[in-house]
Every structure is written in structure tokens, then in C-alpha cells.
């Protein structure tokens, strides 16, 4: 009878379990199922690889201006440049079939880290219109130039601003060079 006994009270896999216990199996298994899944989903995260995204190397010279005094002193040599340039125009480059020359923008490519000038690129347009006499329609031929600043390697922001910062930007020698802006542009247009 002792074993008759024991026999009974070991029935873990027996197939006479309850409608409650078989349902509190279900609910455990399921438990179990979702905590590996949830663990495997994480860790699985956590191994991916992380992507930060890096500070570009270079940037737009305007990006890069902080203090007060050196913004307007970007500004004001945009503005010499354009009106030394409106200055000179007729008498120099704005001569012959493209004589609407117009500085569009100046832009200087920077290092961010140190702020030394890469580049700087002076863009201009014009075009030159004719009209065929014998129908009226009109000809345009559109020109672009991108002219290169000849500035010396590893000119600064602040040396190229401290530089140009008289009265006639377009003159001016550049830092650490013996020519100017203005030679710059004989040079492209």
C-alpha cells in the first residue's frame, strides 16, 4: 500500500493533470517563451553596431562665425568686395560680350576643428542677348564663373577677415601672399 501511495503522489508527466494545472502549465510555458524572447531581442540589440553620426570636417565659413565682432566682419568685407567690384566692372572685365557681369555669392570652405580656409570661391554670372533681326526671338547665352581666392596654404579665418578688412577688400594683399583678391580674378574672368 506504501507504494500504491507513492505511486499516486508522483505524477508530474501523468496525463490525469487538471484543467487548472494544464493551464497554469500553458501560462509558464508562454512566461518562459516570451522572458528568452525579450533577452534575445536585447541582446541581439546590443550587439549591433552604433552609428554616431560624425561632425562634418569641413563647413561653410558663415557656419562657423560665433563672436559678434567677427560676424560683422564678414559681412562688411562681402559688401566691400561687392561694391569694389560694382566699382570696377564697366572699366575692366564687364568690357565686350558679357558686359552685365554680378558677383553672386562668395563662399569659403573651413576646417572646423582649427578654422583654417580650404577654399574660397567667388561665383559670377552675365549673359549676352542678341535679337534675330528677321523673327525677334531673342539668343541668350548664359556664362558662370567660379573664381578661386588665391589664398596661401593654411590662411585662417580671422587672417583672411583682419586682411581685407580696410576700406577696399578687393585690393587688399592676402595673408601670407603678395597678391590680392582683385589679381585673383584677372586671373578668371
Known amino acids: 500500500m506504501l507504494a500504491t501511495a507513492a505511486a499516486t503522489t508522483q505524477r508530474p508527466y501523468s496525463k490525469n493533470l487538471s484543467i487548472k494545472e494544464d ?11 516570451a522572458l528568452v524572447s525579450v533577452a534575445f531581442v536585447k541582446s541581439a540589440s546590443a550587439m549591433e553596431p552604433k552609428f ?13 562665425l560665433s563672436e559678434p565682432g567677427e560676424i560683422d566682419a564678414w559681412y562688411q568685407m562681402l559688401h566691400g568686395l561687392r561694391e569694389d567690384f560694382d566699382q570696377i566692372c564697366g572699366d575692366t572685365f564687364c568690357e565686350g560680350d558679357y558686359s552685365n557681369i554680378q558677383a553672386l555669392r562668395l563662399v569659403c570652405s573651413l ?3 582649427n578654422r583654417v580656409i580650404r577654399q574660397c570661391v567667388w561665383t559670377f554670372a552675365a549673359s549676352h542677348e542678341e535679337i ?4 525677334g526671338r531673342i539668343s541668350v547665352e548664359p556664362k558662370v564663373w567660379r573664381c578661386k581666392l588665391p589664398l596661401a596654404p593654411k590662411t585662417t579665418l580671422s587672417a583672411l577677415l583682419g586682411a581685407v578688412s580696410q576700406q577696399r577688400p578687393l585690393y587688399a594683399k592676402l595673408p601670407g601672399t603678395q597678391v590680392s583678391i582683385y589679381d585673383g580674378l584677372t586671373e578668371c574672368l
Open 52 to 64: 554616431e553620426v560624425e561632425a562634418p570636417v569641413y563647413v561653410d565659413a558663415r557656419e562657423a
Open 132 to 135: 534675330n533681326p528677321d523673327n
Open 23 to 33: 493551464g497554469m502549465n500553458t501560462r509558464c510555458i508562454c512566461l518562459c517563451i
Open 111 to 113: 576646417q572646423r576643428s
